[in-house]
Nanobody, 128 residues
Framework: QVQLVESGGGLVQAGDSLRLSCAAS????????MGWFRQAPGKEREIVAA????????YYADSVRGRFTIYRDNTKNTVYLQMNSLKPEDTAVYYC?????????????????????WGQGTQVTVSS
């Protein structure tokens, strides 16, 4: 079992920055990967970014590439999502997810079912 706890959400203005954190505990394997997803009201949950614990290879959705950065601290089993130049369309509940084994480089795991564990989500609201 893996437990995931997100933090760092909030209300910001367009153009601002925000950093989300996801602390993982339990059976966290270095062979795995972590992903950030988001779900806006009335929309399906979508991948934002993913990263492998070993090597740090990353994947980004086109909508956030160049604005968001995913990185991890293996010593703390924590993954971060640095979000810059935020837009109102970035407003959503952001979830982190854990995949136990991740062989793809980069970690192109875009679908919900490709992840084994989920956090409870944190709200990000960007006002215009």
């Amino acid at each position: 079992q893996v437990q995931l706890v997100e933090s760092g959400g909030g209300l910001v203005q367009a153009g601002d920055s925000l950093r989300l954190s996801c602390a993982a505990s339990g059976r966290v394997l270095s062979s795995g990967a972590m992903g950030w997803f988001r779900q806006a009201p009335g929309k399906e949950r979508e991948i934002v970014a993913a990263i492998k614990w070993t090597g740090g290879s990353t994947y980004y959705a086109d909508s956030v590439r160049g604005r968001f950065t995913i990185y991890r601290d293996n010593t703390k089993n924590t993954v971060y999502l640095q979000m810059n130049s935020l837009k109102p369309e970035d407003t959503a509940v952001y979830y982190c997810a854990s995949r136990t084994y991740a062989s793809r480089v980069p970690p192109v795991y875009r679908l919900e079912y490709e992840y084994d564990y989920w956090g409870q989500g944190t709200q990000v609201t960007v006002s215009s």
